[in-house]
Every structure is written in structure tokens, then in C-alpha cells.
T-cell receptor, first 115, second 115 residues
Framework: EAQVTQNPRYLITVTGKKLTVTCSQNMNHEYMSWYRQDPGLGLRQIYYSMNVEVTDKGDVPEGYKVSRKEKRNFPLILESPSPNQTSLYFC??????????????FGPGTRLTVT | AQSVAQPEDQVNVAEGNPLTVKCTYSVSGNPYLFWYVQYPNRGLQFLLKYITGDNLVKGSYGFEAEFNKSQTSFHLKKPSALVSDSALYFCAVRDPNTGGFKTIFGAGTRLFVKA
């Protein structure tokens, strides 16, 4: 089954404790992206990756890091989480055949609470 | 700045009536427009897209959308609403000024269909 998986689904942590949210896709997609969803703000893009070893900032990259060492994986790293990073996080992927014309496939989401 | 607006936080409609969820965009160049739906505790699912060609596009679950370049709008429509259509709907644009790598989402519109 074609899917995007994220782990963990729920996470409660404390300020400053480094964490990683994993994302994996099994569709051989070139493009992957991370978003955060906050009430009234919709989804905002954190980082995206056009292919292995190629990443770039979205609209809200501060406080986050990413890496793309393998095509299927795109982990999101919070080196020193703060309460304002409490949010619902989504990973997404899409093919890039033909350019930006393809829809994105979303993971189930990770609800992060930073106290 | 590039942006997507969904002017209604919530749309209420009776089952069997037509529904419209509005979306306007402010993007220079030719936009790549998408609609996604989010059911409770789930990730986003793709509904339909406009890339080029016919201004009326048809998508999943009987939804359609009309691209209007002069009004910079991409409203989502369905001729006859179902209770099961109740969900959160997002309009999104892949920004052509970034090669389509960046995606901008609207804040979302909650659709409530009453039986």
C-alpha cells in the first residue's frame, strides 16, 4: 500500500530536550516536505526536499532541522524544542515527474506538545 | 507576498443542497492549485487540482472546482452535499515563483452538513 508514515504519532516533551520525528514514504517520490498545522493558520511549510541531499527552507524553518540522506526518509529534528513548537506536524511527499503538477500524499500527523 | 485566502471559517449546508467553499489566491504567474480534505484525526487527502486547460475540474467524491483567472479564485463545489462531506477543507497553491517547490495553504474551511 502506498503510504507516508510518521513516528511517533503523539509526543509530549520538555523544553530543550532534542527530538526527532521520522517520516518515510514507499512511493519512490523525489519531493518531500514538512508542515505544521495550527488553528486558524492552516498548514505552514517548514522545510522541503527536492531529492537526496537537497533541502531548502519553507516559510517557518526557525528551530527546525532536516536531512535527506535516503530517498524514502525525511526526518524532522528539533534540537531545542520550545513551547511555541507545540503543534500538529505533517510530512508529505509527491513525485516530481513533470514538475510541480502532482498532488502531495500526507502522513497521519504527529501531535507534539512541549512543556 | 504570495497568499491563499479562504474567507469563511465555517460553511453550513443541509444535506442534498449544493455547497461552495471559497478560495482566492494572490500569486504572480500561473498557479498550480489544489484542494485537500482533512477528516478528524487524519492526514490531508487530495481532492482535485488545476494545472492548465479546462477551467472546470472534477475530482474525488463528486467534488469539482472552477478556476477563474480574472477573479483569482478556485472555489470548490458539489451539487448535492452529504453528511459524510463534513470535514476541514484546504485550498493550496504550489508557488510557480519558487519552481513549485513551496506550497502555500489557506487557513482552512470547516464544512458542516446537517442531515
Amino acid at each position: 500500500e502506498a503510504q507516508v508514515t510518521q513516528n511517533p504519532r503523539y509526543l509530549i516533551t520538555v523544553t530543550g530536550k532534542k527530538l526527532t520525528v521520522t517520516c518515510s514514504q514507499n512511493m519512490n517520490h523525489e519531493y518531500m516536505s514538512w508542515y505544521r498545522q495550527d488553528p486558524g493558520l492552516g498548514l505552514r511549510q517548514i522545510y522541503y526536499s527536492m531529492n537526496v541531499e537537497v533541502t531548502d527552507k519553507g516559510d517557518v524553518p526557525e528551530g527546525y532541522k532536516v536531512s535527506r540522506k535516503e530517498k524514502r526518509n525525511f526526518p524532522l529534528i528539533l534540537e531545542s524544542p520550545s513551547p511555541n513548537q507545540t503543534s500538529l506536524y505533517f510530512c508529505a511527499s509527491s513525485t516530481w515527474a513533470g514538475g510541480p503538477v502532482s498532488e502531495q500524499y500526507f502522513g497521519p500527523g504527529t501531535r507534539l506538545t512541549v512543556t | 507576498a504570495q497568499s491563499v485566502a479562504q474567507p469563511e471559517d465555517q460553511v453550513n449546508v443541509a444535506e442534498g443542497n449544493p455547497l461552495t467553499v471559497k478560495c482566492t489566491y494572490s500569486v504572480s504567474g500561473n498557479p498550480y492549485l489544489f484542494w485537500y480534505v482533512q477528516y478528524p484525526n487524519r492526514g490531508l487527502q487530495f481532492l482535485l487540482k488545476y494545472i492548465t486547460g479546462d477551467n472546470l475540474v472534477k475530482g474525488s467524491y463528486g467534488f469539482e472546482a472552477e478556476f477563474n483567472k480574472s477573479q483569482t479564485s478556485f472555489h470548490l463545489k458539489k451539487p448535492s452535499a452529504l453528511v459524510s462531506d463534513s470535514a476541514l477543507y484546504f485550498c493550496a497553491v504550489r508557488d510557480p515563483n519558487t519552481g513549485g517547490f513551496k506550497t502555500i495553504f489557506g487557513a482552512g474551511t470547516r464544512l458542516f452538513v446537517k442531515a
